[in-house]
């Protein structure tokens, strides 16, 4: 059996007895190889040298060149690793820096606030070294002819992961995610191949696959027959009657209700070209289709945009979910949109549930919110979900 390359991680503190009590933390990561810098200017010049590094863990507040600015070259670098990001200033700083970080192409992102928690650094830095597979760096998708040829020899499938009520302790819908079966690379995440099908026109080839094997799978057996399942839509597709026209005849051919489908859009979508995409979300919602605003948090929605748009459901980003147990302002936030919610009858989905006491705030003070985050379930193939219906743990308030 070939052995795992080493799992490279770049470690950016001034502080010397701060840096060496986190690169014993990082030690205790199997196979893992540590570089550190004590300021942005060396760690850069580390990065540099460093041929695929998995993952980057900066300060942000560095004498010379600071975690911010170290962000921003590492973006313009030809390979993106996962970023964890630490500091001892407000939340708000370190909130807005993660926004920067996703702004400047970041995609496996995690910060944590000062004075660093031993067991919460772990359970970070194992996680963001956990997903290289669906969070791989968006610059480094493969060539098209690869992806073309993959879809022809049907080595793309969906992975699920579970939505869970808590209050009803299992998952009550699932969100259906690309993967190429790659038979030399092994799984890979979208970030290798749905950027290439959307630029190239492309995309419908992939989701016409993963929309006939997700509704497949709700017919298939009794644990999935009560489940709903959630379907990611492109601003291409959601343009597009032809593929809309064979959604619906794929759900009626099955014997499905079209509640049991949730059409996932993003904020950006839903406000490009507006009285568009208004017309479209009111077809598909007269059919039955519940509509889920995806990323909700993240981009420029208004309250009107919400009254307006005939949605089923909200879906939380996890930046604002991300350590909500003790920032305030996401606290309140979440409060104000989750009451709007309420009002409007939407249901609200958060993601990102990655630590168990984010898990226990939100099942104290909003247990009507349902969740989905790596910490209750993972994606995982068609054939072990029925492992995973119900979550892998609860919240220590429950009774």
Known sequence: MTSKPPRQILLAED???QRKLL??????????????AADGSWAFQLSRQIPTLDLVITDLNMPGMDGIELVEHLSRQPHIPSLLLISGHSPELLANSVRAAQELGFTGIGHLAKP??????????????????????NKSSLPLIDI???????????????????????????????????????????NQFIGMLEHEGFISLLTHRIVQTGLDLLIRGPDTQDLR??????????????????????????????????????????????????????????????????????????????????????????????DIHRDARSQSIIAGMANIAREL??????????NPQDLDFLCAHHPDIELQGFLLC????AEELGRHLFPSCQSSRRA
């Open 345 to 354: 009858g939407l249901r609200m989905v958060a993601e990102g549930i990655d």
């Open 23 to 36: 690169k014993e933390l990082c030690q205790q990561i199997p196979n893992a190889v540590v570089h550190e």
């Open 148 to 190: 073309i040829t993959g879809l022809a020899h049907n080595q793309f499938c969906a992975f699920y992961q579970p939505i869970y009520d808590l209050r009803q302790g299992k998952a009550v819908q699932i969100e259906a995610l690309a993967r190429w079966r790659h038979p030399t690379m092994g799984i890979l995440g979208p």
């Open 15 to 17: 502080s010397s007895s």
């Open 229 to 322: 399942l959630s379907i990611n839509l492109s601003r291409r597709l959601l343009d597009d009657r032809e593929f809309l026209d064979w959604l619906v005849e794929q759900v009626e051919s099955r014997g499905l209700a079209f509640d049991r489908i949730v059409l996932e859009i993003t904020e950006t979508m839903a406000f490009t070209n507006f009285g568009h995409t208004l017309a479209t979300l009111l077809r598909l919602r007269m059919r039955g289709f519940e509509l889920s605003l995806d990323d909700f948090g993240t981009g420029h929605t208004t309250l009107e945009h919400i009254k307006n748009l005939p949605l089923t459901e909200l879906k939380f980003d996890r930046i604002l979910i991300k």
């Open 116 to 137: 660093i928690d031993d067991n919460l650094f772990l359970t970070e830095i194992t996680r963001l070294l956990d997903l290289p597979q669906d969070i791989i760096d």
């Open 378 to 381: 993972k994606p995982v193939p």
